[in-house]
């Protein structure tokens, strides 16, 4: 595979392994010293990013991450990646975007693969970083849902 098909694949696994809660496998998409940040917070190296990941997707929160229109820009020794990104709901709520916005990632190689050494997303709400799982976007989730459900 070239570097561009380790990447993507990387960023394809993240996105897999938190939806299905392979929390071990998560983890070790990232470099040792690797680091997650989103809404204002960060996360860095593995001890850390485990405990995160597994307070921050719990089943009954857990949807779909889907991520598209990656651009890989590669830089020497590493690669700097922006994507765009929809959460969709799971369970009773499944089938509703709940989110959406744009990873800027860093990724380096490490062995045959390409792993974070930055994750870093921001959602798309009046041009700043809002927290997912926030009272209004809930309230704006579930408002979707009764408006769906009136409309079969």
Known sequence: MTAEEKI???????????????FDGWVKLFAEDGSFRMFGNEVVGHAALRAFIEQDQPPELRGL??????????????????????????????????AAGRYLDILVP???????????GRTHSAGRDTALGCEAGLTRCRTMIEFCRAHR
């Open 65 to 98: 991450h889907l991520t598209t229109d990656s651009a890989i820009m590669l830089q020497g020794d590493h690669a700097k990646v922006r994507s765009n990104f929809i959460f969709v709901a799971g369970g009773d709520e499944a089938g509703v975007v709940v």
């Open 110 to 120: 490490r062995g045959d693969a390409w792993l974070f050494k930055l994750a870093r």
């Open 8 to 22: 993507r694949f990387t960023i394809a696994e993240y996105c897999h392994r938190t939806d299905s809660g392979d």
